[in-house]
């Protein structure tokens, strides 16, 4: 487990990735994921500049994590015939929620031991295996010295079933990233902090940009509300959950900021510009809407015209050279490695040899052995000091930061629930949703509005509840009614 977590580490976090997914070639086909829409570019590179050959958006009938994967492989390769688009060569945009992330700050510690540091933090902040897991890393510095790393995962299972259904459709991808990682091409002067807006086909995307690096990453569900064949921005909604994302930062990120990028050509984008901007003046950010690239975003010539989109912005950065944050492109194995994992029994033919080859070097092994310990015992003796000292630290951690919540906060909150609820049933609850970090939503039914009080005032008698607020209730004999809270007691904060 540690090994596997050390390799995705050293892969994902090296500045020096592999030259394959770094130089992609001359051409290179871009795809993005978002729900059940599937959109691409082809994109041919030529004396320093790059040629849109081709660019679509399509509705995929098949979901490609849940579908049979030759049939979503053979959907996608008919969409790409209809394009006309022959490439092979592509890179993959993944949605944001997709994506398991967390912000950790980093001390100040060597690299070596800062990546174990970060391996632990992964362990215990992601609700998964880390076998399961690819895990990518974005750190950065403010201006006061402090740092932090931003850590997104995702299955390992989605990205092998990706690499299945890509394969089916005769495509060779030469990197993974997210989406708005990919969009969120440079920096602003003087190292102030950005917030990068992109829609999805349901929920807005959102990251933080500071100090060189990505200060956070997440998805706000629930920011379109749709109505017969039309979506509605939730300004109300989504302002609150930035009030929220905001307050989760470090002050001194929170204080760099100053300007809100929302990528995107389209309508949907320019509406969430201008429904943000009169809201967020005041707090001083600047809200403008990216529509096309800048002269120096990429060393390579874009065409003036050319849409932000995130999967050209994603193949602009290979073919560019660029690094993109959160790479999540698994390790390739080699032909050589298949042959060997194909042909494995082989080892047996040799095995009768091996055996008589180590009799005849025997004493010429214990010889190299004995001069080996040696020297790797003056080795250690060199540094016994340093990696007691280091064991100490590690003793430290798992000692005083637990790797896992044993609250149990979900459940006390049903608990608590349950026993406001009278026993005979005049008051029932339909829908219970517990948010992150504290919020709980419920939605109910009950006979009448005598029943509803008491168990309102019981609620309110729970000395973990705090800051109950109705949103809604409708009836007099049969009522609904809607209602959150504060939990102030249980679980990770």
């Known amino acids: ?13 090296s500045r020096n990735r592999d030259a394959r997914v770094r130089q992609p070639g001359a051409a290179l086909l871009g795809l993005s994921f978002d729900g059940s829409r599937m959109s691409g570019v082809w994109v041919r590179r030529t004396n320093g500049s790059v040629e849109i050959r081709q660019t679509f958006s399509v509705t995929l009938s098949l979901d490609p ?3 049979e994967v030759e049939l979503v492989g053979r959907e996608i390769r008919k969409q ?11 890179a993959l945009c993944v949605p944001t929620s997709w994506i398991h992330s967390l912000t950790v700050p980093v001390p100040e510690l060597p690299e070596a031991d800062l990546q174990s540091f970060l391996q632990l933090e992964a362990e215990r902040g992601f609700p998964y295996d880390p076998d399961s897991l690819i895990v990518a890393q974005s750190r950065f510095r403010l ?17 092998n079933r990706l690499l299945a259904v890509l394969e089916a459709a005769q495509l060779r991808p ?14 602003p002067e003087d190292n102030d902090g950005v917030i990068a807006l992109s829609a999805g086909e349901t929920s807005l995307n959102l990251l933080v940009g500071a100090g060189g690096g990505v200060a956070l990453l997440r998805t706000i569900e629930g920011a379109f509300e749709q109505q017969g064949s039309e979506r509605h921005f939730q300004l109300e909604h989504v302002l609150r959950e930035l009030r929220i994302t905001l307050g989760q930062l470090p002050p001194e990120v929170g204080d760099s900021l100053r300007q809100v990028r929302v990528y995107g050509s389209d309508d949907t984008a320019e509406e969430i510009a201008e429904a943000l901007q009169p809201r967020l003046r005041a707090s001083g950010l600047d809200v403008r809407q990216v529509k096309k690239y800048a002269a120096d975003d990429f ?6 015209d050319a849409a932000v989109t995130p999967a050209l912005s994603l193949v602009m950065r290979l073919m560019s050279g660029k690094p993109t944050p959160f790479e999540l492109m698994p390790p390739r194995v080699s032909a050589w490695q298949q042959i060997r994992a194909r042909y494995s029994s082989s080892k047996l033919v040799y095995a009768g040899g091996a055996v008589g080859a180590l009799l005849l070097v025997v004493l010429l092994a214990f010889a190299v052995q004995q001069v080996r310990l040696w020297y790797w015992g003056a080795k250690w003796n060199q540094m016994r000091a340093d990696v007691l000292e280091l064991r100490e630290i590690q003793a430290d951690i798992r000692k005083y930061r637990p ?7 979900s459940l006390t909150v049903l608990r608590r629930l349950t026993e406001s609820f009278p026993e005979d049933g005049s008051v029932s609850a339909k829908v219970i949703e517990i948010r992150a970090p504290a919020t709980i939503t419920c939605t109910g039914t009950a006979r009448d509005n005598a029943a509803y009080l008491r168990m309102l005032d019981k609620l309110r008698g729970v000395k973990e509840i705090s800051d109950m607020r109705v949103e809604q209730v409708k009836g007099a004999n049969a009522v609904q009614f809607t209602f959150n809270f504060k939990w102030n007691q249980g679980g990770a904060q």
């Not at 487990?1 to 976090?13: A, E, S, V, W, Y």
């Not at 201006?143 to 390992?156: D, H, V, Y």
Request: some cysteine.
């Open 1 to 13: 487990m540690k090994n596997l977590l050390q390799l995705d580490f050293r892969r994902l976090g």
């Open 299 to 304: 060393p390579v010539k874009v065409p003036a």
């Open 143 to 159: 201006a006061s010295g402090a740092q932090g790393a931003t850590l997104a995962a995702i299955p390992r299972e989605q990205v």
């Open 403 to 409: 790797w896992f919540d044993d609250t149990f906060r």
């Open 80 to 90: 790409l015939d209809a394009a006309e688009i022959r490439e092979r060569r592509c």
């Open 65 to 67: 994590l849940t579908a």
């Open 174 to 187: 030469v990197g993974f990233a997210v989406a708005i990682a990919a969009l969120q091409s440079a920096q």
